[in-house]
């Protein structure tokens, strides 16, 4: 389970990490705007569709298979297809 100092009642951590997702040869920053141990809320200029299936990736969680559930303006939610099994760093949360 992920652990850190702002972890909500559904256990998102919010944290100011970066991140890169790729779809196909495609990659691209991003910002990670809340992390828990089933998916990620992320913020680029411009997000793919829901439904479409990345590769995500953070120090702290390697790369993570993961499909766009939401997309709402520069914002987008993903759902991991395997649960993160580590702990993220406190200093993740305020990086």
């Known amino acids: 389970m992920l652990e850190g100092s702002q972890s909500d009642a559904r256990g998102r951590m919010s944290t100011r990490m970066a991140g890169a997702i790729t779809i196909g040869r ?3 920053t991003v910002a990670v705007r809340n992390i828990s ?3 990620a809320m992320i ?3 411009s997000p793919p569709d829901e439904g479409t299936r990345i590769r995500f ?3 702290t969680t390697g ?3 993961a499909r766009v559930v939401w997309v709402i ?3 987008c939610g993903l759902v991991f297809e395997r649960p ?3 702990s993220l760093p406190r200093e993740a949360a305020t990086a």
Do not use: A, F, W
């Open 57 to 59: 990736e953070t120090e």
């Open 43 to 45: 913020e680029l200029p």
């Open 26 to 28: 495609r990659r691209s």
């Open 73 to 75: 303006g520069n914002r």
């Open 37 to 39: 141990t089933g998916g």
């Open 84 to 86: 993160v099994e580590k």
């Open 63 to 65: 790369k993570r298979d």
